[in-house]
């Protein structure tokens, strides 16, 4: 069991492509604490959180067993780890995993903002089975795991596989999510579309040669970014796609957030 008396601790371990979702998440909670664990990955949500009259406090990893001991009540611990983890699913994995445990002994539950990640975090909630806590991982309300975080910002799988299909055959789309469409370029990076994406010329080589024709523009409902609509323009401009719209939500954050959520309290 935890060395400490449960305080209904939950741990976001998250992608910091996640942040929207996560200041939604905390948006509409206001009655937890929130903790930040102070790293280069926190910055954006820390001017959100401020814009939003939010309050937050920030600790190392190191100083988060005694943070969270001096809280009551719901406490939200956001983690955002390195983005550039995303370009290696393997390391990805090893240093979520790591992560997991090196902070499961003094917090309440863990949610894990990302999907399936190629393939390799699919089975974290079966690998951490005998923890005292629960460990969780972004669903649909089928239960499936999602894909990435275009199929969580689709909020189904099914929604995410008929959107993927281009116009025409063989026209595909690339998918921008408000964070994505801020940071296109280290996203460019880190799904090695490209090394260099400052290099529009040979990117969009790359872009040609994989099929890409559209530029797929994903709203889902949350305005923290007010570039949104201005980068889909940009990216558009650069690579001359034309722009698809489409809906998305908040479904796959909010489900499980609240499945968690009751999974701790009922205890």
């Known amino acids: 069991m935890n060395s400490y008396q449960q305080k209904n601790n939950i741990l976001f371990l998250a992608c910091r492509m996640f942040e929207d979702e996560v200041v939604h998440l905390i948006e509409n909670d206001r009655d937890a604490k929130v903790v930040?664990?102070?790293?280069?990955e926190s910055k954006g949500i820390k001017g959100k959180l401020?814009?939003?009259?939010?309050?937050?406090?920030?600790a190392s990893v190191e100083e988060l067993e005694n943070t969270l001991s001096e809280n009551n009540g719901l406490s939200l611990v956001v983690y955002f780890l390195e983005f550039a983890l995303d370009e290696d699913p393997q390391l990805l994995k090893e240093e979520v995993y790591k992560t997991v445990e090196e902070v499961a002994s003094f917090v309440d539950g863990i949610l894990a903002f990302y999907?399936?990640?190629?393939?390799?975090?699919?089975s974290i909630e079966y690998d951490f089975r005998e923890l005292d806590i629960p460990v969780r991982i972004l669903k649909d309300k089928g239960g499936h795991v999602v894909d990435d975080c275009i199929c969580a910002a689709f909020g189904d799988r099914g929604l995410y596989i008929n959107a993927m299909k281009g116009e025409e055959q063989g026209e595909g789309t690339y998918f921008l999510t408000p964070m994505q469409a801020v940071y296109w370029k280290e996203m460019l990076v880190a799904t090695r579309l490209?090394?260099?994406p400052d290099n529009i010329?040979?990117?969009k080589m790359v872009f040609d040669y994989s099929g890409y024709k559209y530029v797929g523009k994903?709203?889902?409902?949350?305005?923290?970014e007010d570039e949104f609509e201005n980068?889909?323009?940009?990216?558009?401009n650069a690579f001359e796609f034309k722009i698809r719209n489409f809906e998305g939500s908040t479904e796959v954050v909010d489900l499980s957030y609240e499945s968690i959520k009751k999974e701790i309290l009922k205890k």
């Open 201 to 203: 010329e040979l990117t």
């Open 231 to 236: 980068k889909v323009n940009e990216f558009s």
């Open 36 to 40: 930040l664990i102070d790293n280069e």
């Open 218 to 224: 994903i709203d889902i409902g949350l305005y923290y």
């Open 50 to 58: 401020d814009r939003l009259s939010i309050g937050y406090g920030v």
């Open 194 to 196: 490209t090394p260099d």
């Open 115 to 122: 999907g399936l990640c190629g393939n390799v975090l699919g």
